[in-house]
T-cell receptor, first 114, second 115 residues
Framework: EPEVTQTPSHQVTQMGQEVILRCVPISNHLYFYWYRQILGQKVEFLVSFYNNEISEKSEIFDDQFSVERPDGSNFTLKIRSTKLEDSAMYFC????????????FGSGTRLTVV | QKEVEQNSGPLSVPEGAIASLNCTYSDRVSQSFFWYRQYSGKSPELIMSIYSNGDKEDGRFTAQLNKASQYVSLLIRDSQPSDSATYLCAVNAANSGGSNYKLTFGKGTLLTVNP
């Protein structure tokens, strides 16, 4: 069964450093998302991406965050200057088509900012 | 603020029993509804989706939707220890541009099935 692949599975970074989280969505999917889940809290929407542009972003997704699909397969989330409160599980997700269907989540990247 | 609320857990049931999980949502324009299962430290896994009022059955799982009451539930029949996980209710409403379809999640209900 096709999977959404995320790397790395765990990243530890110092506060203020830049991190890039990588995702390879399912190959025929067109809609891409990043979510995060702080330990013990809800899964929260960060950003949606379609047709090479952001279609919506949440309040969390401020100027420190950016997304890119540089080569038609990878989908990356960059955090420019990490803060302690950025520590969370980050999930990439994708879906194949428009319409109100569920989507497939990747296995996640646990980001720890120290 | 669009909210999704789930009945507070944890919920503990014996093996073979029916587990009932509930969810309410605040946004009346919500159009589709999902149940995800999340094992500890893992990503959400889609187990059920429902779009219209009524019941939808898939194996041991039944999702029920009542849009008038803004209520969606998940029943798990013949619960197994492997069903022990956190169950997340998620609600989806297309944004005005129609290209978003973001999900709003509830906090989840932790289900424990005891052998």
């Amino acid at each position: 069964e096709p999977e959404v692949t995320q790397t790395p599975s765990h990243q530890v970074t110092q506060m203020g450093q830049e991190v890039i989280l990588r995702c390879v969505p399912i190959s025929n999917h067109l809609y891409f998302y990043w979510y995060r889940q702080i330990l013990g809290q809800k899964v929260e929407f960060l950003v949606s991406f379609y047709n090479n542009e952001i279609s919506e972003k949440s309040e969390i997704f401020d100027d420190q965050f950016s997304v890119e699909r540089p080569d038609g397969s990878n989908f990356t989330l960059k955090i420019r200057s990490t803060k302690l409160e950025d520590s969370a599980m980050y999930f990439c997700a994708s879906k194949v088509q428009a319409g109100l269907y569920g989507y497939t989540f990747g296995s996640g990247t646990r980001l720890t900012v120290v | 603020q669009k909210e999704v609320e789930q009945n507070s857990g944890p919920l503990s049931v014996p093996e073979g029993a029916i587990a009932s999980l509930n969810c309410t949502y605040s946004d009346r324009v919500s159009q589709s509804f999902f149940w995800y299962r999340q094992y500890s430290g893992k990503s959400p896994e889609l187990i059920m989706s429902i779009y219209s009022n009524g019941d939808k059955e898939d194996g041991r799982f039944t999702a029920q939707l009542n849009k008038a009451s803004q209520y969606v539930s998940l029943l798990i029949r013949d619960s197994q220890p492997s069903d022990s996980a956190t169950y997340l209710c998620a609600v989806n409403a297309a944004n005005s541009g129609g290209s978003n379809y973001k999900l709003t999640f509830g906090k989840g209900t932790l289900l424990t099935v005891n052998p």
